[in-house]
């Protein structure tokens, strides 16, 4: 049970250190929604949305009013689309009918144009990959992501060769706004069913009809606190962030707790993820910075991160009995003003980013690469990201903007959340022959655990 006085021992930290609810995420099951007429699928699936989430934003903006925690986004995931879209002609419709029920909602984005293809991909899959630079350049409030390995699976290659092709497509498609339609699809391995963050959210097909999911973030608390320890050891750090991460996950837990209640859906999961935006004070770099490092990404970065990242998930796990989703620390570059620094400072390297989402919740976030960037580079800057998560066993991302006409030095500027993004430099050496070569990458020796 959530306590009146745990809610205004946190008043300080929404008022001051920038904590906030960063979303209220409904998941709805679109499996009875399959029909043998395309027209029929996308009026199902248009008339459960809009009735499942109707009060969603109404009843968000209910709690923020009655417990003064704000709450940055309402949002949607559902089924992934290809398992309800196979005998579509054209599954860009079904992305429209989405992206309506998202905007009839008014829900921030919807999520689950998906696929997940890490070990092979049926018709459907193929159709919607080769959809995705249309889709979701076309859709206001969509979002996609696609599965393309797993510890237990290995790497679809030739999935990643198309997702390479798709990303490049859809920055051409809108490079009148930077390729920012990038930024609305995510390319994860070992992806989790139940997140509730774009632009990665879907709502998995171990899920129930229904779920109420809640991600919470306080990067500038943890700041805060740590300003405190300066100068103490590592273990001293190590718990003050635990002890700052149980309370703010027992914030996510009153509010999950609460739109479960009202809305009538059973509550999911809390997700605690050191989640920044580009203001000032809502860093994940700048907690880093806090523990001594002169800049995110000097020697030491990896180590820092890798303690935020565990000591997070230990004060979680004691909040609620159920932390789920990406629970950890989150390292977007666009939208994140440290990181945003120390990438225009040099600092920050694609190369040292690699090495930091081995110990992160995520991977490689809202990264801008000059505009020419082949699209096999892509591809295998996706596999080389994809073999972390396989052979770590960890859920890993990719969001590239290659963005169009844009070269090293330069910004994309993409405004609210997403914040800007400086363009980093990419190896110059090609990738072509190694991703021609499709196929699957074998499952590591640690995914035999039967």
Not at 153 to 165: E, H, L, P, Y
Not at 222 to 235: I, Q, R, T
Request: proline share 4%; glycine share 12%.
């Amino acid at each position: 049970m959530v306590t009146t006085s745990e809610i205004l021992s946190t008043l300080r930290m929404i008022d001051k250190q920038k904590l906030d609810v960063r979303t209220v995420t409904m998941g709805i099951s679109l499996f009875g929604c399959a029909s043998d007429s395309d027209e029929r699928l996308c009026a199902k699936v248009y008339d459960r949305i809009t009735h499942m989430a109707g009060r969603l934003v109404k009843v968000g903006e209910e709690i923020e009013r009655d417990f003064g925690v704000p709450i940055v986004n309402k949002r949607i995931s559902v089924t992934p689309a290809a398992l309800i879209s196979g005998g579509m002609k054209d599954p860009v419709r079904l992305a429209h009918a989405l992206d309506n029920a998202a905007k009839q909602t008014g829900v921030n984005f919807i999520g689950g144009y998906s696929a997940l293809v890490h070990k092979g991909m049926t018709r459907a899959d193929q159709a919607l990959i080769r959809s995705l630079p249309q889709a979701l350049s076309e859709t206001e409030r969509l979002c996609g992501s696609v599965n393309i390995g797993s510890t237990k699976a290995g790497i679809n290659m030739d999935a990643v060769r198309m997702m390479g092709q798709a990303v490049k497509q859809l920055a051409e498609n809108t490079k009148d706004s930077g390729g920012f339609g990038c930024a609305k699809l995510v390319v994860f391995a070992n992806a989790v069913e139940d997140n509730p963050f774009m632009a990665g959210a879907f709502h998995g097909p171990g899920e129930g009809d229904s779920a109420i999911n809640v991600g919470v973030s306080g990067p500038g608390v943890v700041k805060s606190a740590l300003e405190a320890v300066k100068g103490m050891p590592f273990d001293e750090v190590a718990e003050t962030i635990k002890k700052t991460a149980f309370s703010i996950t027992r914030v996510g837990q009153l509010v999950a707790m609460e739109a479960a209640q009202r809305l009538g859906v059973p509550f999911g999961i809390v997700d605690l993820s050191m989640a920044p935006t580009p203001a000032v004070g809502d860093s994940v770099a700048q907690i880093l910075e806090e523990m001594g490092l002169e800049v995110c990404g000097t020697h030491g970065t990896t180590a820092a991160l890798a303690l935020l990242n565990d000591a997070v998930k230990k004060g979680g796990v004691m909040a609620s009995s159920h932390v789920g989703g990406l629970s950890g620390a989150f390292i977007p570059v666009s939208e994140d003003i440290g990181m945003i620094r120390a990438a225009e400072s040099g600092a920050l390297t694609l190369d040292k980013l690699e090495a930091m989402t081995c110990v992160c919740s995520v991977g490689l976030d809202m990264i801008a690469v000059p505009g020419d960037t082949s699209a096999e580079t892509i591809s295998a800057i996706i596999a080389d990201e994809a073999a972390i998560g396989m052979v770590n066993s960890k859920t890993v991302a990719v969001r590239l903007i290659p963005a169009p006409g844009r070269k090293v030095g330069d910004n994309v500027e993409f405004g609210g959340l997403f914040g800007r993004a400086p363009v980093i430099a990419v190896h110059p050496f090609s990738s072509k022959e190694f991703i021609a070569r499709g196929g699957r990458i074998p499952a590591p020796l640690q995914s035999l655990k039967n």
